[in-house]
């Protein structure tokens, strides 16, 4: 993450001080995998791109596509769409890949079909994820209720979980 944008978050959390310590509000980034909003935590996205080249890989599942070089570093590539037992759709221009890494420094690029924006949700307006979900493929953080809309929150920890 740039130094602007570890600032400009610092700050922030600075202003909201007094409300988080009454509410804990969870900061977090939807986009839209298929026709299902998505979001992860903000902090645990390094970056947002625009599709770039990539080399496939032998021998991992069809999700990962490969993995491209970000300024020096290999990151794998995963599609969202496969990874959910979707059908594969062209790269549009509003697809984008979220690069997610986490405090050991492993990432991953994951494509998502739009981004839509940032969201701040209560935690008491998040709940567990569904018991219908798999205890296996726990990608599923919890669900967030936000104005009319239900918002799946994903669990980086999961996400970048090698299962290949």
């Known amino acids: 993450m740039s130094n602007q944008l570890q600032d400009v978050l610092q700050k922030q959390q600075e ?9 804990n509000i969870i900061q977090l980034v939807a986009f839209v995998v ?3 909003e998505f979001s992860v935590p903000i902090l645990s996205i390094q970056e947002i791109i625009k599709p770039l ?12 596509l490969g993995v491209f070089n970000m300024r020096g570093i290999v990151v794998p590539l995963i599609n969202l769409r496969l990874r959910f037992g979707l059908q594969y759709e062209r790269p549009t221009e509003d697809t984008r890949y979220i690069v997610i890494k986490n405090q050991e ?18 935690q008491s307006d998040i709940d567990p994820a569904p018991d219908t979900v798999s205890q296996n493929e726990n990608l ?11 918002i799946t ?5 999961e996400l970048l979980k090698r299962t290949f």
């Open 15 to 23: 202003q909201k001080k007094p409300q988080a310590e009454t509410e």
């Open 34 to 36: 298929g026709s299902e």
């Open 53 to 64: 080249e990539y080399t496939r890989v032998p021998g991992v599942p069809d999700y990962v």
């Open 105 to 122: 420094e492993e990432r991953a690029g994951f494509i998502i079909d739009k981004l839509t924006e940032a969201v701040r949700i209560k």
């Open 140 to 150: 599923i953080y919890g669900v967030g209720k936000k104005d009319n809309r239900l």
């Open 153 to 157: 929150i994903l669990s980086p920890e």
